[in-house]
């Protein structure tokens, strides 16, 4: 099975959207809340796995997605469950 590290904060609209579309297709994460803007080692361990300050940050086996609009543009295409399942065999 895939492992997905959602990187969000709770009041991020493309955060919650994000959370949305991995639970309507069933799948398990780990989300790594950077709401707690006094967490500075989280934050910086996101910045440099995805290079990126903004979230959503999401992550297949590792592979950096993107963020939400790229979550949802692989969905679309059923690029994403072709990765799913080609993950982490």
């Not at 969000?8 to 069933?26: D, N, Q, V």
């Not at 989280?42 to 609009?69: C, S, W």
């Amino acid at each position: 099975m895939a492992r997905i590290d959602l990187y969000s904060i709770e009041y991020c609209p493309f955060c919650s959207a994000a959370r949305a579309l991995l639970e309507r297709k069933g799948l398990d994460y780990t989300h790594h809340d950077l709401s707690d803007l006094s967490d500075r080692d989280l934050r910086q361990k996101m910045l440099e796995l995805a290079g990126r300050t903004t979230v959503p940050q999401i992550f297949i086996n590792d592979r950096h997605i993107g963020g939400y609009t790229d979550l949802d543009a692989l969905d679309r295409s059923g690029e994403l469950d072709r990765l799913l399942q080609s993950s982490g065999d």
